[in-house]
C-alpha cells in the first residue's frame, strides 16, 4: 500500500493519512486495524537539514522523533525516539534518518546537530508512520523529495517548490513501478 499525508500533498495512487504525527498515526492504526497491507510505502516532501540538495529524493527506512530543544539539552525523552523498519526485501538498505516533529525546523544552525548523527531530513509524518508499521508488524519504506532547507525561508522554498517536487515524485514513482515490471 502506498501512502501519503494529504491536503495539499497528495497522488492519486496514494491513500492520504493525514498531516503531523497525530492524524497520521490515528489514520493509518485504523487502516491497518481494517485491512492490514503486506506493506507500506510512505511518500512525501521533506526538508533538508543541509547535505540533501533541493529536488533530491531520498529513500529512508529510520525514522527518528527529535526536537530541536533535545539538542540545547532543555529536553529529555523516556520513549525510543529512533525507529527502524522491518525491511520489505532482505536486500533493502538505507542508513538514512528521517527526522519527525509537528514543527518544522527554522534554524539551519540546527541541520548541524542532526547531521552530526546521520539525520538528512525533516518530514511530519515518517515517525509516526513507522511506528504504526512497527507496532502492526509491517515492513515500510519512505521515499521523499526535497522541498526545502530547514532556514528561515523553509517555509517561502516548500510553497515555491512543492508543486515541481510533487511531479518529480510521480515520475519516479512510475519509473520504479517500470523497473519492477521487467
Given at each position: 500500500m502506498i501512502i501519503c499525508a494529504g491536503n495539499n500533498e497528495t497522488?492519486?495512487?496514494a491513500q492520504p493519512i493525514g498531516v503531523g504525527l497525530?492524524?497520521?498515526?490515528?489514520?493509518?492504526?485504523?487502516?491497518a486495524l481494517f485491512d492490514k497491507p503486506e506493506f507500506l510505502i510512505f511518500i512525501g516532501s521533506a526538508g533538508s537539514?543541509?547535505?540533501a540538495k533541493i529536488f533530491d529524493i531520498k529513500t529512508s527506512m529510520t525514522a527518528s522523533n527529535i526536537e530541536t530543544s533535545f539538542w540545547r539539552n532543555d529536553s529529555y525523552?523516556?520513549?525510543?525516539?529512533?525507529?527502524?523498519?522491518?525491511?520489505?526485501k532482505k536486500e533493502q538498505t538505507s542508513t538514512l534518518?528521517?527526522?519527525?516533529s509537528n514543527y518544522i525546523t527554522t534554524n539551519i544552525e540546527y541541520g548541524k546537530f542532526y547531521?552530526?548523527?546521520n539525520i538528512h531530513l525533516e518530514n511530519m509524518e515518517f515517525?509516526?508512520?513507522m511506528r504504526v508499521a512497527k507496532e502492526f508488524d509491517i515492513p515500510v519504506l519512505g521515499i521523499f523529495v526535497v522541498t526545502n532547507y530547514t532556514d528561515k525561508d523553509a517555509h517561502k522554498e516548500f510553497m515555491q517548490n512543492h508543486e515541481?517536487?510533487?511531479?518529480?515524485?510521480?515520475?519516479?514513482?512510475?519509473?520504479?513501478?517500470?523497473?519492477?515490471?521487467?
Open positions: 497522488f492519486s495512487f497525530i492524524e497520521s498515526s490515528i489514520n493509518l492504526t485504523r487502516l537539514y543541509g547535505e525523552t523516556p520513549i525510543d525516539n529512533v525507529i527502524e523498519a522491518k525491511k520489505i534518518i528521517v527526522n519527525s547531521i552530526k548523527h515517525f509516526s508512520v515541481k517536487a510533487k511531479k518529480l515524485l510521480v515520475e519516479y514513482m512510475f519509473e520504479k513501478y517500470k523497473e519492477l515490471k521487467k
